[in-house]
C-alpha cells in the first residue's frame, strides 16, 4: 500500500525545506479491532461505571492482550549503543524568536530508512567527545518530532525538537547541556550519532474515529508534531483520520510558541476535526489573575475535557515537563468526584486501556 503525502510546512525563511511535496511511501500495517466495554466498578460503597479492557472473544485459557495503539511491527532498538547508526544533519533551525527564554531547535537528519521509527516512538543521541572521567558520553534521549514518513516524506529522514539546555549552577557558573548544545550546534553536514528507536508508550491510537487530546509543555510538542503530520498533512490508505485532536500546549512566551503556523495550516485545513488552544504562562493569565499554565487553559474546558473522558475511544496523551502531570490532577480530581469518582482509581483504569499515555522528564 503506498501512501500519497502532501505537507505543508513552515520553518522560518532561512530553512531549505520545501514548501509543498507529494510522494509515494512505505507499506503501512492494516489495523486490527479490540471491543471494550464498561465494568461496574464501586468506589467509597457508590457504584460507578469505571472503564476497564475485556476481551469478547474466545473464552480460551490464554487471553492475549491486543493493543489499542499502533504497535504492529514497532521496531526498538535496532541501534545500540555500541553500534549507532551514524546519520548526517540535512538542516538545524531555530524555532523560537530572539527575545524567548532560552532557545529550541528543529533539525533533520539523514536515515536513508534505516532507522524505521513510528510516530511518538524516542531516539538516543550519543554526542561527540568524552567526560569528565575519559569515557565517551552516554546516550540522551530525544521524542521524535517528524511522522514516520520524516519532514520530506521519503522516510528517509528523521527530526528533533531540541531545548537549548543553559544554567548556572551554585557557584555561580554557567553550564552548558553536553547533548542538548551539541545538538543544537551541529551544522548540516556534520554526523550524528543516533540508537534506539525506543519507546511504545506514545504510539498513536488504531482508531481514526479516536479523541485525542495532547498535552504538551515547551519541546513536550515533539511527538504531536509527529502524530499532527501524520492525521492532517498525509495521505495513507490504510488510515483516515475523522475524529477529534485537541491540542493544548503550554509555554513561556508567545516568542517561544513551536510550530506555530504549522498548527494553524491544519486548523484552517480540518477546522472540524482539529482544536488548538496555547497557554503562554508570562503572557496570559486566568480571570482570577493566576498564571497561564496549561492545565489553566484546560480548566477552562474541564466539563467538556470530563465527558470526553468518559468515552472509550478518547485519549489523552502528555509529554514534556515532569510537574504538569500533578497540575492536571488538580483539575480532574474535582470533576470526576462531582461524580462520586476517584479521579486516581480512574486514571489507573484509563492507563491500563492504553487511553492515559505519559512521557514526562
Ligand atoms: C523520553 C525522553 C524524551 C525526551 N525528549 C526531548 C525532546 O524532544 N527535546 C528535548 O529538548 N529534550 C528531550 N528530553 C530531554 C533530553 O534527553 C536531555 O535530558 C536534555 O536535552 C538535556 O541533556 P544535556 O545533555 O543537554 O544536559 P546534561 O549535560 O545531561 O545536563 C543535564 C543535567 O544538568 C542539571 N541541570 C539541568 N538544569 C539545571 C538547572 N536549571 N539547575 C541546576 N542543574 C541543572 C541536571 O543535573 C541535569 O540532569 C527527553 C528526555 C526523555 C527521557
Ligand atoms: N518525552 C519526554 O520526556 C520529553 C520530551 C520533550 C521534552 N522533555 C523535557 O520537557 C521539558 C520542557 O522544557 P522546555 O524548556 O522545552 O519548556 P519551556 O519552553 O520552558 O515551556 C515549559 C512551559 O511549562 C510551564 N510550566 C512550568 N511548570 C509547570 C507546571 N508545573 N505545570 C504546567 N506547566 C508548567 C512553563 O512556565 P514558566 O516557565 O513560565 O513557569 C512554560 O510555560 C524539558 O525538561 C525537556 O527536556 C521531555
Same mark, same amino acid.
Given at each position: 500500500?503506498?501512501?500519497?503525502?502532501?505537507?505543508?510546512?513552515?520553518?522560518?525563511?532561512?530553512?531549505?525545506?520545501?514548501?509543498?511535496?507529494?510522494?509515494?511511501?512505505?507499506?503501512?500495517?492494516?489495523?486490527?479491532?479490540?471491543?471494550?466495554?464498561?465494568?461496574?466498578?464501586?468506589?467509597?460503597?457508590?457504584?460507578?461505571?469505571?472503564?476497564?479492557?475485556?476481551?469478547?472473544?474466545?473464552?480460551?485459557?490464554?487471553?492475549?492482550?491486543?493493543?489499542?495503539?499502533?504497535?504492529?511491527?514497532?521496531?526498538?532498538?535496532?541501534?545500540?549503543?555500541?553500534?549507532? !547508526?551514524?546519520?548526517?544533519?540535512?538542516?538545524?533551525?531555530?524555532?523560537?524568536?530572539?527575545?524567548?527564554?532560552?532557545?529550541?531547535?528543529?533539525?533533520?537528519?539523514?536515515?536513508?530508512?534505516?532507522?524505521?521509527?513510528?510516530?511518538?516512538?524516542?531516539?538516543?543521541?550519543?554526542?561527540?567527545?568524552?567526560?569528565?572521567?575519559?569515557?565517551?558520553?552516554?546516550?540522551?534521549?530525544?521524542?521524535?518530532?517528524?511522522?514516520?514518513?520524516?519532514?520530506?516524506?521519503?522516510?528517509?529522514?528523521?527530526?528533533?525538537?531540541?531545548?537549548?539546555?543553559?544554567?548556572?549552577?551554585?557557584?555561580?557558573?554557567?553550564?552548558?547541556?553536553?547533548?542538548?548544545?551539541?545538538?543544537?550546534?551541529?551544522?548540516?553536514?556534520? %554526523?550524528?550519532?543516533?540508537?534506539?528507536?525506543?519507546?511504545? %508508550?506514545?504510539?498513536?491510537?488504531?482508531?481514526?474515529?479516536?479523541?485525542?487530546?495532547?498535552?504538551?509543555?515547551?519541546?513536550?510538542?515533539?511527538?504531536?508534531?509527529?502524530?499532527?503530520?501524520?492525521?492532517?498533512?498525509?495521505?495513507?490508505?490504510?488510515?483516515?483520520?475523522?475524529?477529534?485532536? *485537541?491540542?493544548?500546549?503550554?509555554?513561556?512566551?508567545?516568542?517561544?510558541?513551536?510550530?506555530?503556523?504549522?498548527?494553524?495550516?491544519?486548523?484552517?485545513?480540518?477546522?472540524?476535526?482539529?482544536?488548538?488552544?496555547?497557554?503562554?504562562?508570562?503572557?496570559?493569565?486566568?480571570?482570577?489573575?493566576?498564571?497561564?499554565?496549561?492545565?489553566?487553559?484546560?480548566?477552562? !474546558?474541564?466539563?467538556?475535557?470530563? %465527558?470526553?473522558?468518559?468515552?472509550?475511544?478518547?485519549?489523552?496523551?502528555?509529554?514534556?515537563?515532569?510537574?504538569?502531570?500533578?497540575?492536571?490532577?488538580?483539575?480532574?480530581?474535582?470533576?470526576?468526584?462531582?461524580?462520586?469518582?476517584? *479521579?486516581?482509581?480512574?486514571?489507573?483504569?484509563?492507563?491500563?486501556?492504553?487511553? *492515559?499515555?505519559?512521557?514526562?522528564?
Amino acid at each position: 500500500m503506498a501512501s500519497v503525502v502532501t505537507a505543508a510546512v513552515s520553518f522560518p525563511s532561512s530553512s531549505t525545506v520545501p514548501s509543498r511535496t507529494s510522494f509515494s511511501a512505505l507499506d503501512r500495517v492494516p489495523f486490527q479491532k479490540v471491543s471494550f466495554q464498561y465494568r461496574d466498578f464501586s468506589i467509597s460503597g457508590r457504584g460507578v461505571s469505571i472503564r476497564a479492557q475485556v476481551t469478547t472473544e474466545q473464552p480460551v485459557t490464554k487471553v492475549v492482550k491486543e493493543s489499542k495503539k499502533q504497535d504492529e511491527g514497532v521496531v526498538i532498538n535496532k541501534f545500540k549503543p555500541k553500534d549507532p !547508526y551514524t546519520g548526517r544533519c540535512l538542516l538545524n533551525t531555530k524555532i523560537t524568536g530572539d527575545d524567548a527564554p532560552g532557545e529550541t531547535w528543529h533539525m533533520v537528519f539523514t536515515t536513508e530508512g534505516e532507522v524505521p521509527y513510528r510516530e511518538g516512538q524516542s531516539i538516543g543521541v550519543i554526542p561527540d567527545g568524552i567526560d569528565k572521567n575519559g569515557k565517551p558520553h552516554k546516550l540522551r534521549l530525544y521524542s521524535i518530532a517528524s511522522s514516520a514518513l520524516g519532514d520530506f516524506g521519503d522516510s528517509k529522514t528523521v527530526s528533533l525538537c531540541v531545548k537549548r539546555l543553559v544554567y548556572t549552577n551554585d557557584n555561580g557558573e554557567v553550564v552548558k547541556g553536553v547533548c542538548s548544545n551539541f545538538l543544537c550546534d551541529l551544522k548540516p553536514g556534520n %554526523e550524528v550519532k543516533i540508537t534506539g528507536p525506543v519507546g511504545k %508508550e506514545m504510539l498513536m491510537p488504531k482508531d481514526p474515529n479516536a479523541t485525542i487530546i495532547m498535552l504538551a509543555t515547551g519541546t513536550g510538542i515533539a511527538p504531536f508534531r509527529s502524530f499532527l503530520w501524520k492525521i492532517f498533512f498525509e495521505k495513507h490508505e490504510d488510515y483516515k483520520f475523522n475524529g477529534l485532536a *485537541w491540542l493544548f500546549l503550554g509555554v513561556p512566551t508567545s516568542s517561544s510558541l513551536l510550530y506555530k503556523e504549522e498548527f494553524e495550516k491544519m486548523k484552517e485545513k480540518s477546522p472540524e476535526n482539529f482544536r488548538l488552544d496555547f497557554a503562554v504562562s508570562r503572557e496570559q493569565t486566568n480571570e482570577k489573575g493566576e498564571k497561564m499554565y496549561i492545565q489553566t487553559r484546560m480548566a477552562e !474546558y474541564a466539563e467538556e475535557l470530563w %465527558e470526553l473522558l468518559k468515552k472509550d475511544n478518547t485519549f489523552v496523551y502528555m509529554c514534556g515537563l515532569k510537574g504538569m502531570e500533578k497540575g492536571i490532577d488538580e483539575i480532574m480530581v474535582p470533576l470526576a468526584a462531582k461524580e462520586g469518582i476517584d *479521579w486516581i482509581e480512574y486514571k489507573r483504569q484509563l492507563k491500563k486501556a492504553e487511553q *492515559w499515555n505519559v512521557e514526562v522528564y
